[in-house]
């Protein structure tokens, strides 16, 4: 069983920057491949940030150039580094885990945490 708790939402003005924390279970990202989604009112989930077996990132192209995902393996802990944030940025953003079968990424998302809100105004 993975427990992920999210944290470093918040409000913040158009330009802004936030860090966000996934607080994983011990040893998680030794056998999880690991993502951010983000879910605006009214909107499907959909990916920001996710991470393949092989160390790959995949960003949205909505984001690329100004949010960084990294993984703390010591801290157990996967971060989300917006930088200059939008309104269209505003929703409840998620981290989540994949098994990883000898590197292949490609199942389900079977975990997630309970979301942290980001709310960017102009």
């Known amino acids: 069983q993975v427990h992920l708790v999210e944290s470093g939402g918040g409000s913040v003005q158009s330009g802004g920057s936030l860090r966000l924390s996934c607080a994983a279970s011990?040893?998680?990202?030794?056998?999880?491949?690991m993502g951010w989604f983000r879910q605006a009112p009214g909107k499907e989930r959909e990916g920001v940030a996710t991470i393949e077996g092989d160390g790959t990132i995949n960003y949205a192209d909505s984001v690329k150039g100004r949010f960084t995902v990294s993984l703390d393996y010591v801290k157990d802990t996967l971060y989300l580094q917006m930088n200059s944030l939008k309104p269209e940025d505003t929703a409840m953003y998620y981290c989540?885990?994949?098994?990883?079968?000898?590197?292949?990424?490609?199942?389900?998302?079977?975990?997630w945490g309970q979301g942290t809100q980001v709310t960017v105004s102009s």
């Open positions: 989540a885990a994949r098994l990883s079968r000898g590197g292949d990424c490609s199942g389900s998302w079977q975990y």
């Open positions: 011990r040893y998680t990202f030794s056998s999880y491949c």
